[in-house]
Each structure stands twice: as C-alpha cells, then as structure tokens.
C-alpha cells in the first residue's frame, strides 16, 4: 500500500467515497442480509417450532372414534338362532312350556285350503311368554325328536296357518311380557313315538 501526498492511505481505494461523504448503502445491505440468515438459521433448527400441525401416527388418528373393533353393527339383534333355516329368537328369551298335543289326518285353513299328510299330523301347542325388554321372535321352526332319535322339521304352511290364520297367535314382533301360543305341526310316520320338541319334553 503506497501512501499519497501528505501521508494519507488512498481511502477512496478501500472505501468508496471515504474521501468526501461516506456511502453507507453497500453496509447497510449486508448487515440485512446478514440478520435474515441468522433468523432464518434459527428458526430452522427447531423443526416443530413454526409449524402447527403434525401427521399423527395411523393408531393415535384412528383412536377416540368410538367405534371399537369387533362391535356388532347398530341395530343388530342380541339374540338369534337358526331354526331349520329360519332366524328365530331363542327359547331362553321366554316361559316356555307345552300346552297340548293331537293327532290328525287331515288340516284346513282359509290361506292353504285342506292339506293331508304322508303320515298323520302331530300339532304341538307351545305357551310363549317373552320374558325380556325387547320385541322377540317366536320360533315357529323348531325340531320335534322322536324316541329312536330321528328328526323332523316343522311344516311351515301348515304351522303358520294353524297359529296365525286359525288360532289368531303370532310368529313375530312379541312385544315385552306378551304371551302367544305357537301351533307346530309335523308330518310323522304311523309308529313314530314323539319325545321332545327342541328342549320341551312332550
């Protein structure tokens, strides 16, 4: 660095405009970009620091739905049982005892007309009494047993006319404490010695 006339540095050299006013605009400029690097550096070490909302894992999102795994559907029965293909209420939904049996060898009602069996016709009159808080479905589908353990399926035209259409019962929507009687009745072979209607013994 050489010196000038009276032993001055060349300022204008090293600073621009030293020699007369001093142009503080190229200064001013980098100390600003200066602090917005350093607030910028700031905020980005801490990651959660300017932001809101986080991605929650795929557990904490699902929870608090109150929809439990496993729940049965709304509206879904609490007890149904399959009777010969039917869904029925089960007899522990009621007082349940059998009324009466008889024998005949030929039916009639004002839906299927007259109707005569392969055999002869066993009805079994079943007392029902819904013993829950709900409307329940009387099960017209039950099972008679015989003795020599065979099995016989109700027949459904026959029972459902001489409980509905001849005996004015019901076969669905009991109300809570109603009572109804079902008449089951079952085409058995001549010899046949009827033992239990499903738990109900004859």
């Not at 439990?68 to 029925?88: F, Q, R």
């Not at 819904?130 to 008679?144: E, Q």
């Not at 109603?178 to 499903?198: C, E, H, I, N, S």
Request: aromatic share 6%.
């Amino acid at each position: 660095m050489r010196p000038v006339s009276g032993g001055r540095l060349e300022s204008a050299r090293l600073w621009p405009g030293v020699g007369g006013a001093w142009d503080s605009a190229p200064v001013i400029r980098f100390v600003g970009l200066a602090v917005a690097f350093l607030l910028t550096a700031g905020c980005s070490s801490n990651p959660e620091a300017g932001s809101a909302s986080r991605t929650l894992p795929l557990e904490s999102a699902s929870a608090g739905t109150g929809a439990p795994t496993g729940a049965p559907a709304p509206g879904a029965s609490p007890s149904l049982v399959e009777n010969n293909g039917t869904l029925e209420s089960p007899l522990s939904d009621f007082r349940a005892e059998v009324a009466g049996t008889s024998w005949a060898t030929s039916l009639t009602d004002s839906l299927h007309g007259t109707t005569r069996p392969a055999g002869r016709y066993l009805l079994v009159r079943v007392s029902l009494h819904n013993i829950t808080d709900r409307p329940v479905t009387p099960p017209a589908h039950l099972s008679l047993h015989g003795a020599d353990g065979s099995e016989f399926p109700p027949l459904w035209d026959q029972t459902f006319g001489q409980t509905v259409l001849v005996g004015h019962g019901k076969v669905n929507d009991l109300g809570p404490g109603a009572r109804t009687t079902v008449v089951l009745v079952y085409d058995v072979p001549r010899g046949t010695k009827p033992k239990t209607v499903a738990d109900l013994k004859l």
